[in-house]
T-cell receptor, first 114, second 115 residues
Framework: NAGVTQTPKFQVLKTGQSMTLQCAQD?????MSWYRQDPGMGLRLIHY???????DQGEVPNGYNVSRSTTEDFPLRLLSAAPSQTSVYFC?????????????FGPGTRLTVL | SQELEQSPQSLIVQEGKNLTINCTSS?????LYWYKQKYGEGLIFLMM?????EEKSHEKITAKLDEKKQQSSLHITASQPSHAGIYLC???????????????FGKGTLLTVNP
């Protein structure tokens, strides 16, 4: 198993550009989520999904869209990038809806918005 | 508001010293996780605690969840430079409006171990 994979590893955008951060897992996990990590802020939940076709907002959802058309993939879309979205983004998955199980994390995507 | 409070925010110790990191919640915890992260890298799962009073150890790292399930501590014995990094606690917090849970993290503790 490859576990949780994220692409790209690094990305630089200009303000107003759009892009999609990819996340895929091959463990047949129902639960997937996106976090952003900023200095002094820890990890903050952006969006999560408890299964294909089901998504919900986390703590900081504004400026981000997600969809879950398959169990394996959970892309995160930035429609109009802003400097405030400069961060490191982590995708995670688990077998249950965040409970009583370990979360598997991807290696992260480091995004810079100029 | 921050649902999980970690303390201290940062910690510098001399190699060989013991140290403790705390994670406190105002709500009952249904699952408490400890992770370690090295700068620029992903999170490494350390331990999961579920039952009040539960204690788990892995090499020189011990984590405990108190009886009321509202606080956890991570204790490192005889610290080494390889222990340096950011330690994060995470907990299952009930998501609003439903029976799902969401994993919420503390802000992390930056540990430096000087040789």
């Amino acid at each position: 198993n490859a576990g949780v994979t994220q692409t790209p590893k690094f990305q630089v955008l200009k303000t107003g550009q759009s892009m999609t951060l990819q996340c895929a897992q091959d463990m047949n996990h129902e639960y997937m989520s996106w976090y952003r990590q900023d200095p002094g802020m820890g990890l903050r939940l952006i969006h999560y999904s408890v299964g294909a076709g089901i998504t919900d907002q986390g703590e900081v959802p504004n400026g981000y869209n997600v969809s879950r058309s398959t169990t394996e993939d959970f892309p995160l879309r930035l429609l109009s990038a802003a400097p405030s979205q400069t961060s490191v983004y982590f995708c995670a998955s688990s077998t249950l809806a965040g409970g009583a199980d370990t979360q598997y994390f991807g290696p992260g995507t480091r995004l810079t918005v100029l | 508001s921050q649902e999980l409070e970690q303390s201290p925010q940062s910690l510098i110790v001399q190699e060989g010293k013991n140290l403790t990191i705390n994670c406190t919640s105002s709500k009952t915890l249904y699952g408490l996780y400890w992770y370690k992260q090295k700068y620029g890298e992903g999170l490494i799962f350390l331990m999961m605690l579920q039952k009040g009073g539960e204690e788990k150890s892995h090499e020189k790292i011990t984590a405990k969840l108190d009886e009321k399930k509202q606080q956890s501590s991570l204790h490192i014995t005889a610290s080494q430079p390889s222990h340096a990094g950011i330690y994060l606690c995470g907990a299952d917090i009930p998501a609003s409006g439903g029976s799902n849970y969401k994993l919420t993290f503390g802000k992390g503790t930056l540990l430096t171990v000087n040789p």
